[in-house]
């Protein structure tokens, strides 16, 4: 089958080249090194999306690919045959007019790149349009809130959430896409505040690199539980009978298991307890859990009797022991 340029610009086969413009400029700035450091995978397809507009962008090249496809291209005799010129760094920045489009320098323009270089923007095969001298520019990203209760923080879960968004038809008009769903992965111990981005998945108007769109996540309130870094913190309300005397306290956890602590020393109000591994799963430490701190909150009664006051008093009231 060989290689499919055209998948790997996310093309149809009749892409006109104003398409294939775009499809490399989108296609180029997703895998470029800089955006995606250590990334090998990135880098291999840096080169491929460079190979791709290559082929692609050339009339001859093109029409010897679409007829006898990637071995007719680069069949034959010593010198005949298509060969990759390997200019995977020249070509991106002859079409951008920078090698990096990340970098924050004086001359960056917004959008996150220089603006052309002269000899790219009137001599190079792949010059953008005059219109256009700083190359595309970057929608606004969407920030959305994810809403994520304790349990699933605790245990993980999966979200689907469906999106629509705009897109700009071959026709150069923006017009709203089918629905589409987006997967979120929440790993066990993510706190709030943890940001998850789907590049280019926001809106996109002409002559713009879609919007990023970003989930931010939120923690919503427990009834029991309390969270505090990797901690959770459980308040267990008693009455002052239960203070006083033997008591067995049963702590649901948010895994559904039940753990109980016999409380037989008098508990005082303010005093906690303090549970190892029974927090939250710590998302960077596989298989550790920070701590369960339970705070004890004692509920005196309102009021008593003159006959319970008469009774308490002879109970606690200080004498000399008994012989």
């Known amino acids: 089958m060989g290689v499919d340029y055209y998948r790997i610009l996310g093309l149809d086969r009749g892409a006109n080249p104003k398409e294939i413009n775009n499809a490399y400029r989108r296609m180029a700035i997703k895998w470029h090194p800089d955006k995606n450091p250590g990334n090998d995978m990135s880098s291999k397809m840096f080169a491929q999306v ?30 005949e045959g298509y060969t990759f010129s390997g200019r995977t760094v020249k070509i ?16 960056v323009v917004p959008g996150g790149f220089r603006g052309q270089s002269k000899d790219a923007s009137v001599g190079s095969p792949y010059a953008l349009p005059l ?7 970057k929608m606004k ?17 999966t979200k689907r959430l469906k999106i629509e968004r705009k897109r700009v038809s071959k ?16 790993r066990p111990g993510w706190k709030k505040g943890t940001k998850i981005t789907f590049e280019s998945e926001g809106d996109e108007i002409p002559n713009t690199i879609p919007a990023d769109r970003v989930y931010v996540v939120t923690e919503k309130p427990h009834k029991f539980f309390q969270r505090s870094g990797n901690d959770l913190i459980f308040t267990a309300e008693l009455s002052l009978l239960e203070a006083l005397s033997n008591y ?15 409380c037989n020393e008098i508990i005082s109000p303010g005093s906690t307890k303090i549970i ?31 006959g319970q006051k008469a009774q308490l008093a002879k109970i606690l009231k200080k004498g000399p022991p008994s012989k």
Request: net charge negative; charged share 25%.
């Open 50 to 79: 460079a190979e791709a507009f290559e082929v692609l962008n050339s009339k001859k090249f093109r029409a010897k690919y679409d007829k006898f496809g990637e071995e007719g291209l680069k069949a034959g005799k010593s010198g």
């Open 92 to 107: 991106f920045e002859e079409f951008f007019g920078t090698t990096n489009p990340f970098a924050s320098t004086v001359g």
């Open 131 to 137: 219109s256009d001298p700083a190359g595309p520019s």
């Open 141 to 157: 990203t969407v920030l959305e809130n994810l809403d994520v209760t304790l349990e699933e923080l605790y245990n993980g879960c």
């Open 171 to 186: 026709e150069g008009q923006v017009i709203s896409s089918s629905h589409k769903y987006l997967t979120i992965t929440v």
């Open 248 to 262: 067995t306290l049963d702590v649901t956890t948010l895994d559904e298991r039940v753990l109980s602590f016999p």
């Open 276 to 306: 190892e591994g029974e927090g939250m799963p710590i998302s960077k430490k596989p298989g550790q859990k920070g701590n369960l701190k339970i705070e004890f909150k004692i509920m005196f009664p309102r009021r008593l009797s003159n």
